[in-house]
């Protein structure tokens, strides 16, 4: 009785591993979504507005969720420390310690810390082209992610219950 109880168990906890596993990936994908919206915002208020960018952030990080709504008040604040840092080494260290819960890949994160090197840099012309180039290349990873969701979410609660029955027949 004991052993079934513990083989259950196994079974369940990796099953809700696989489960976990494909959340990851909705989760991204929203992500990826806030964060398309939060760019739109960015460059319309870089365009119509020439609001400057703590400004800017600032605006926008009340109506993004969190981590970007955040991510953005941060940012916003470190730019008006006016410490003698660059923006793009602010944005960077913001990436890496306000972004590192989120489920953003690497690549993703990569992208996003080349936008911040040409923000606050470039003349608004520039600033706007890269921003749309930024918004082409998010719009490919949304769609790569819309289209990975349904085949490895279900790839990962197969390996879910897959391996959960391996380590019950291997401990029994």
Not at 15 to 36: M, N, T, V
Request: net charge positive; hydrophobic share 45%; charged share 25%.
């Amino acid at each position: 009785m004991l052993k079934f109880a513990g083989a259950c168990l196994i079974l369940a906890s990796a099953s809700g591993i696989g489960i976990s596993f494909g959340a990851d990936l909705k989760k991204r994908y929203q992500e990826l979504r806030i964060l398309k919206q939060l760019v739109y915002m960015l460059r319309g208020e870089i365009r119509y507005t020439k609001t400057p960018l703590p400004e800017a952030f600032v605006h926008i990080s009340v109506r993004i969720p969190a981590p970007f709504g955040p991510f953005l008040a941060a940012a916003a604040a470190e730019m008006n420390k006016a410490d003698g840092r660059c923006f793009g080494d602010i944005w960077r260290e913001l990436i890496q310690t306000r972004l590192s819960d989120s489920r953003l890949n690497r690549t993703d994160k990569n992208r996003l810390e080349t936008l911040g090197e040409v923000l606050g840099y470039l003349d608004l012309e520039m600033q706007l082209s890269a921003i749309d180039l930024y918004l082409e290349q998010l719009e490919l990873s949304l769609r790569e992610a819309e289209n990975s969701i349904g085949s490895k979410q279900k790839l990962y609660q197969s390996l879910g219950v897959a391996g959960g029955i391996f380590l019950v027949i291997l401990l029994i």
